[in-house]
């Protein structure tokens, strides 16, 4: 499977999670804070996958904020796609960085359908 492949497979399974778990972006249309996104990339970046699964998995906390929880959740859920799709680490790292515009831009093609 080439790096494309996998990317659009990525995105395909993203955007049906978020609409599994019912999120919707906030009314500057991000789905994820940016802190969120950069702090996963930078522990994703520095210390690995699985490393970053731990941490992701330490984010999600039961007495926090439903929406928080539920972004934790879904983070976690991209991890382990990137981890069996084996995307590329300076890739995955990119589409962390950028999933809000990624996102942005998979439900504006959708809205044209």
């Not at 991000?30 to 969120?36: A, K, V």
């Not at 539920?70 to 950028?98: C, H, M, P, T, W």
Request: aromatic letters at 8%; charged letters at 35%; hydrophobic letters at 35%.
């Amino acid at each position: 499977m080439t790096n494309d492949e996998k990317i659009n497979e990525l995105t395909g399974k993203i955007n049906t999670l978020i609409k599994k778990k019912n999120l919707f972006p906030d009314s500057k249309g991000n789905w994820f804070s940016s802190s969120q996104l950069d702090a996963l990339r930078q522990v994703y970046e520095k210390y690995g996958i699985r490393t970053a699964k731990i941490f992701q998995i330490g984010r999600i906390d039961q007495r926090g904020r439903r929406i928080e929880q539920k972004q934790n959740e879904i983070l976690l859920e991209v991890l382990e796609f990137i981890e069996k799709l084996r995307i590329d680490l300076r890739v995955a790292s990119y589409l962390l960085g950028r999933l809000n515009p990624i996102l942005n831009k998979i439900k504006e093609k959708e809205k044209r359908r």
